[in-house]
């Protein structure tokens, strides 16, 4: 079974730090992708960040970046100069490349911004 | 801006009467998902659209069903709400799924 998990189920960090969530996420397969979704209160879902398994690079997106460690099936995000706005529920997402019509959701971390 | 727009944003619904959810989306994108959300809880699958050719997930209710009468419409019906269907029910849609999907904000839906 190919799952998702997050570990920390709520975080916080002082405006301006530096956060970084834990994601860890299991298949058997080589070709995936992974990807970062933020869910503000109340708000819509939004892609913060996505990583293809193929890449070595790890994606980085203004103030948000990864760590994708492959051999440990580990992807986790890390958020720099931490904003207010960043308040939100961040979801880990998995999905196959031979199932592209489902995208696997971890548990979620809740993520406070302290001013 | 182009979107996907989920309405109602809040649905109170009587316990066992019928109830519809929509979607649009102005993307054009071939793909339409609906998610069923709970309480902090990870969104769950319930089925998708590719096209028009249906895929339901295995563990999805039969009192849940939907439809896609053309590409920017898709449509949550469910036939007799209990209690546990109490969720934000979430649409989504993607062009091939590999980039991302695009959500809608949400419906949430009350049952009482």
């Known amino acids: 079974a190919q799952t998702v998990t997050q570990s920390q189920p709520e975080m916080s960090v002082q405006e301006a730090e530096t956060v970084t969530l834990s994601c860890t996420y299991d298949?058997?397969?080589?070709?995936?992708?992974l990807f970062w979704y933020k869910q503000p209160p109340s708000r819509q879902m939004i892609l913060v960040i996505r990583?293809?398994?193929?890449?070595?690079q790890n994606a980085t997106e203004n103030r948000f970046s990864v760590n994708f460690q492959k051999a440990a099936k580990s992807f986790s995000l890390k958020i720099s100069d931490s904003q207010l706005g960043d308040t939100a529920m961040y979801f880990c997402?998995?999905?196959?490349?031979?199932?592209?019509?489902?995208?696997?959701f971890g548990q979620g971390t809740t993520l406070q911004v302290k001013p | 801006d182009a979107m996907v727009i989920q309405n109602p944003r809040y649905q109170v619904t009587q316990f066992g009467k019928p109830v519809t959810l929509s979607c649009s989306q102005t993307?054009?994108?071939?793909?339409m998902y609906w998610y069923q959300q709970k309480s902090s809880q990870a969104p769950k699958l319930l089925f998708h659209?590719?096209?028009?050719?249906?895929?339901n997930e295995a563990d999805t209710p039969d009192n849940f069903q939907s439809r896609r009468p053309n590409t920017s419409f898709c449509f949550l019906d469910i036939r007799s709400p209990g209690l546990g269907d109490a969720a934000m029910y979430l649409c989504?849609?993607?062009?091939?799924?590999?980039?991302?999907?695009?959500f809608g904000s949400g419906t949430r839906l009350t049952v009482v």
């Open positions: 990583q293809e398994a193929y890449k070595q």
């Open positions: 659209y590719y096209d028009k050719d249906f895929n």
């Open positions: 993307l054009n994108h071939n793909v």
């Open positions: 298949t058997s397969e080589s070709n995936y992708y």
């Open positions: 989504a849609t993607s062009e091939t799924g590999v980039y991302g999907y695009t």
């Open positions: 997402a998995f999905m196959t490349s031979s199932n592209t019509g489902k995208l696997i």
